[in-house]
């Protein structure tokens, strides 16, 4: 794991003491499902060590994690939007969940029907949070049923600063939805990508792909993504790199891959389909689950026509409103 930072062993020490001023000690054990590669999990890590607790999870099988949870003397869940959905909905969950002191959901997009689920469930100690490769954490929040909105992320933590801007890096007014600009003080950059270019500019600056909102008072929110990465789930998938997968098939011929929703309020794949001859969407959501794994929920949908851009493209704004209207949720 080590060899994905770009740090010294001291900053990275450095860092991990700041995690815990940020998050607090560890009152016990740590069941953690965020991936092992990602700066969130490493500071996780570092942070349960330096306080002498375990971390367990993700590589177990389901039906295993809560008499692992019990077994260890869990107190806090590092989750991902989709696991916390799991384990809320696993045969297995106890009756009595009282040893767990903190579920920390790693994500601005978790929906507000499964995080009021899990509030009836465990109790008030559900924590939002959202991140990225350079900062780890840049908001955090305490989630309150009563006046929680879906991407509600909180303030910025420690010394980052946030801009909204448009296009032209012009800054935008209180509640205006645009590019999230973070300013991240020197002691406070953490270089996510090995081998890459820094992700700052001269100034600090650093954009993390979000289109989002600030209020008059900080509250940031999150509205989505300024590229065609797809978070469902806590996790990230690429649509493009889905979508040339499946035109291979003779099955299918053109596929936009969209983040939608399930039944039960779960981030699902929604894949919009223009089928071509033998085109069974059983199929495609078999090799979607096999070939993504942790995918969740993959929907399949026909559509007789298929809206494209003047590049070709997916139109993936018409597709959106299309699966809308299809879908009553």
């Keep these: 794991m080590l060899g994905i930072l770009r740090e010294s062993p001291d900053q990275i020490l450095a860092d991990s003491h700041r995690y815990t001023d940020l998050l607090g000690p560890p009152s016990g054990s740590i069941f953690m499902t965020t991936a092992l590669d990602s700066m969130r999990a490493f500071r996780d890590i570092v942070r349960a060590f330096s306080h002498g607790v375990a971390v367990i999870g ?32 696993c045969d297995h969950r106890p009756a009595d969940t009282s040893n767990i002191k903190r579920i920390f959901v790693a994500s601005g997009t978790a929906q507000n029907s499964l995080l ?20 780890s954490i840049f908001a955090f929040k305490k989630y309150d049923p009563a006046n929680h909105q879906q991407g509600d992320i909180g303030p910025a933590v420690g010394g980052i600063t946030v801009r909204i801007q448009d296009e032209n890096d012009c800054d935008l007014p209180a509640n205006a939805v645009g590019r999230l600009r973070l ?62 997968a499946l035109e291979k098939l003779p099955t299918v011929e053109r596929v936009c891959a969209l983040r939608v929703f399930a039944s039960d309020g779960s981030e699902a794949l929604g894949l919009a389909i223009k089928p071509a001859t033998g085109f069974k969407a059983t199929d495609i959501q078999k090799l979607a689950k096999r070939s993504l794994p942790g995918i969740g929920d993959v929907i399949v949908r026909v559509c007789a026509s298929f809206p494209v851009g003047k590049e070709g493209l997916p139109d993936r704004e018409a597709l959106e409103q299309w699966w809308q209207r299809k879908n009553e949720l």
């Design 58 to 89: 993700p590589d177990m099988p389901i039906a295993d994690y809560w008499s692992k949870i019990i077994q260890h003397g869990v107190t806090e869940l590092f989750l991902t939007p989709l696991m916390l959905h799991r384990l809320l909905n």
């Design 116 to 135: 009021q689920e899990a509030h009836q469930v465990f109790g008030p100690v559900i924590e939002l949070a959202a991140g990225t490769p350079e900062t």
């Design 183 to 244: 300013t991240v003080p020197q002691d406070q950059r953490f270089e996510g990508y090995l081998g890459g270019a820094s992700a700052y500019d001269a100034y600090g600056g650093v954009y993390p792909g979000f289109l989002a909102s600030l209020s008059p008072d900080g509250q940031m929110t999150k509205h989505g993504r300024t590229d065609d990465r797809l978070s469902l789930g806590g996790t990230r998938y690429f649509s493009g790199l889905i979508e040339t």
